[in-house]
C-alpha cells in the first residue's frame, strides 16, 4: 500500500534543468490560463523529497516544435504577469494553502 501512495505522490514531481544543466525537482501545483497563455506554478522539491516551504515558481509553457508534442517552460521577466497569475493562483487555492505575504 505505501509502494501505491509514493507513486501517486511522484505523479506531480516533474525535473527541469537549470541554467546550470542541473536537475531540479519541482512538485506541480497548477495551471493557469491567462490572455491565452498557460503558466505553470511548481514548488521547488529539497534533496529529501519534501516540498521546499520557499516561493513558488511561475513558468510559461511554449510548444517547441510545431509537429511535436513537447513543451518548454519559460522563465517569465514580466512581473505584472507574474503577479495576475500568483493572484489566480491564490484564489482558487486560498483554502488549501496557508499564503504570507512579503511586503
Do not use: H, Q, R
Amino acid at each position: 500500500m505505501d509502494e501505491n501512495l509514493e507513486e501517486l505522490e511522484n505523479e506531480n514531481i516533474i525535473v527541469l534543468n537549470d541554467e546550470n544543466g542541473e536537475e531540479v525537482k519541482f512538485e506541480f501545483l497548477d495551471l493557469v490560463e491567462l490572455d491565452e497563455e498557460e503558466y505553470v506554478v511548481l514548488l521547488p522539491v529539497t534533496e529529501e523529497g519534501e516540498e521546499d516551504e520557499g516561493e513558488v515558481v511561475i513558468l510559461k509553457i511554449e510548444d517547441t516544435d510545431e509537429d511535436a508534442e513537447e513543451e518548454s517552460y519559460v522563465s517569465v521577466e514580466d512581473e505584472e504577469i507574474l503577479n495576475k497569475v500568483f493572484e489566480m493562483f491564490k484564489e482558487k487555492y486560498k483554502d488549501e494553502f496557508n499564503f504570507v505575504d512579503e511586503d
